[in-house]
T-cell receptor, first 112, second 113 residues
Framework: GESVGLHLPTLSVQEGDNSIINCAYS??????FIWYKQESGKGPQFIID?????DKRQGQRVTVLLNKTVKHLSLQIAATQPGDSAVYFCAEILEYGNKLVFGAGTILRVKS | EAQVTQNPRYLITVTGKKLTVTCSQNMNHEYMSWYRQDPGLGLRQIYY???????DKGDVPEGYKVSRKEKRNFPLILESPSPNQTSLYFCASSSGTGEYEQYFGPGTRLTVT
């Protein structure tokens, strides 16, 4: 809910614009990454994933880019809609899928 | 409908009174996990289970217990809750066989006074 968003970076975009949400990860051994979306009052919802042997993966209106050199992930949302307003988390997968380490999250606000 | 369910959704309790939060999934998933979410800290893993009778600690296991006697259920037990365990708790599951996408439950908001 609301309290989850305290102290998080916020990205405000106009409806129809593209959004880019960034995430830095810490473990160079991570070989799998996931982006989750969390709407107010709900659990995180899977958006898209990427393995470390890829640089880019596209889904419906979303693209994830992975830069292993600088340990950076980004999530691009095309033609952002009001329904995209949420908190977005990246997660790195460790220990053969047994451990997820989540980033702190970014609030995306879409202005109509 | 494939889902992860948690009960209760909201709970207010007092320090030291044992409580259990239940988690159940209907997807025949092998892997289940518990997380807590606190403002500004993101989600932190408490415990996880790779299969029945197999559990292991996550990053913040202190003050919690879990059990996995059946594949579908993974209860979280707080033997003696304290105010610092006031948080939003999520259960999640995944197939555990090379597919790492975790499906999350709706969350349980716990307040310990």
């Amino acid at each position: 809910g609301e309290s989850v968003g305290l102290h998080l970076p916020t990205l405000s975009v106009q409806e129809g614009d593209n959004s880019i949400i960034n995430c830095a990860y810490s473990n160079s051994a991570s070989d799998y990454f996931i982006w989750y979306k969390q709407e107010s009052g709900k659990g995180p919802q899977f958006i898209i994933d990427i393995r470390s042997n890829m640089d880019k993966r596209q889904g419906q209106r979303v693209t994830v880019l992975l830069n292993k050199t600088v340990k950076h992930l980004s999530l691009q949302i095309a033609a952002t809609q009001p329904g995209d307003s949420a908190v977005y988390f990246c997660a790195e997968i460790l220990e053969y899928g047994n451990k997820l380490v989540f980033g702190a999250g970014t609030i995306l606000r879409v202005k109509s | 409908e494939a889902q992860v369910t948690q009960n209760p959704r909201y709970l207010i309790t007092v320090t030291g009174k044992k409580l259990t939060v239940t988690c159940s999934q209907n997807m025949n998933h092998e892997y289940m996990s518990w997380y807590r979410q606190d403002p500004g800290l993101g989600l932190r893993q408490i415990y996880y289970s790779m299969n029945v009778e197999v559990t292991d600690k996550g990053d913040v296991p202190e003050g919690y217990k879990v059990s996995r006697k059946e594949k579908r259920n993974f209860p979280l037990i707080l033997e003696s809750p304290s105010p610092n365990q006031t948080s939003l708790y999520f259960c999640a599951s995944s197939s555990g066989t090379g597919e790492y996408e975790q499906y999350f439950g709706p969350g349980t908001r716990l307040t310990v006074t």
